[in-house]
């Protein structure tokens, strides 16, 4: 069975920071682009950002220069490094892995931007 953990949400005021983290099997993590979507209420889920074992990434339009995605390959964690917060930027954060038709999703982290 695939599991992905996710940790690091949270309450924090505008402009704040926040890291999340994905860990995952070796497996997992060595084979299949890692991701990071959210969705808030109300809304579809949608991409914010992903990383290819080849550390190449992509974010979604509303997070560039704000949030970075990288990956630690000693620890089978992929993070994502949120800075400069909006309260827009709060939903529930939902890590993937992704290769071929296989698709994995973790529980999801709520983040919350407010003051």
């Known amino acids: 069975q695939v599991q992905l953990v996710e940790s690091g949400g949270g309450l924090v005021q505008p402009g704040g920071s926040l890291r999340l983290s994905c860990v995952t099997s070796?497996?997992?993590?060595?084979?299949?682009?890692m991701g990071w979507y959210r969705q808030a209420p109300g809304k579809q889920r949608e991409l914010v950002a992903d990383i290819t074992t080849g550390s190449s990434t992509n974010y979604g339009d509303s997070v560039k220069g704000r949030f970075t995605i990288s990956r630690a390959n000693g620890k089978n964690t992929v993070y994502l490094q949120m800075n400069s917060l909006k309260p827009e930027d709060s939903a529930v954060y939902y890590c993937?892995?992704?290769?071929?038709?296989?698709?994995?999703w973790g529980q999801g982290t709520q983040v919350t931007v407010s003051s």
């Open positions: 070796e497996t997992i993590f060595s084979i299949y682009r």
């Open positions: 993937n892995a992704r290769f071929g038709i296989a698709d994995y």
